[in-house]
């Protein structure tokens, strides 16, 4: 089959399926599994495939019709300026919480800070510390999660963009394991109540780890137990930005 015919016939498969962005979907796995990008697959459409490759894609298209997210299949996801490898022990990181990204480093370009001290609660696959890393040089930041295999992901991302020595990791919930203060605590906290988590898409409850998704009956306990423990760990005008579900709203508090 050539790059067009095989793309169609995936697209037709995702889309019978009910799965969204069928075609995106059918694209990036082909490229991932011709190590090509995109704009490949488009210049050259009539590329035939061999056996091997045929095979290849479709056991990426099969774990795609049983709704693994795409990110899981190739280990990978882009966010912010590099690529992340991902797995099922992290959340997918999501173009929104770029926005958190983005809130920082306006933090320090309205009140600089030399050498800022930073706190990334969560971390999660390090998304928002590594992002900091790079645009903050001489930042001290320290990430922590509590899951063991989350930080291992995170480490292993900090190494491979070459920020290992910017960021300490930390094993503990919440501030558990840390000691100080800080001028900016982060984090996209997890903040799914129980009637959410039931009604979430296949593609998030069935493959994304729970503990990083779901924060207890309101969706709301993470935030309560974080920000008022934030106190203590805030230096005099420091900064707490939290991610918080479109869902919530101030009347919540």
Request: with cysteine; net charge negative.
């Amino acid at each position: 089959m050539t790059i067009r015919e095989i793309i169609s016939q995936a697209t037709r498969q995702l889309e019978d399926a009910g799965i969204p962005s069928a075609r995106l979907d059918a694209e990036v796995l082909l490229a991932f599994c011709l190590n090509c990008d995109r704009l490949e697959l488009i210049k050259n459409p009539e590329r035939m495939l061999d056996d091997a490759e045929r095979k290849s894609f479709h056991e990426f298209i099969t774990r795609r019709l049983g709704w693994e997210p795409v990110a899981y299949i190739t280990g990978r996801k882009a966010f912010w300026s590099f690529t992340l490898e991902v797995n099922s022990n992290v959340l997918i990181p999501r173009p929104d919480t770029e926005v958190i990204v983005e809130e920082a480093l306006d933090v320090f370009r309205t009140h600089p800070v030399d050498q800022p001290c930073i706190l990334d609660i969560g971390t999660g696959s390090g998304a928002i510390a590594l992002a900091l890393a790079a645009e903050i040089p001489g930042a001290q930041i320290t990430a922590t999660d509590i899951s063991d295999a989350a930080l291992k992901v995170a480490k292993e991302n900090a190494l491979a963009l070459g920020l290992d020595h910017s960021i300490t990791f930390l094993h503990g919930d919440l501030f558990s394991p840390v000691h100080g203060t800080f001028d900016l605590i982060v984090s996209n906290p997890p903040y799914i109540g129980a009637d959410e988590y039931e009604i979430l898409p296949a593609g998030v409850k069935d493959f994304e780890p729970r503990q990083a998704l779901f924060a207890g009956k309101t969706g709301l306990e993470f935030y309560e137990n974080l920000v008022y423990q934030a106190k203590n760990y805030l230096k005099e005008k420091g900064w707490l930005l939290l991610e918080i579900g479109y869902a919530r709203t101030m009347r919540d508090y």
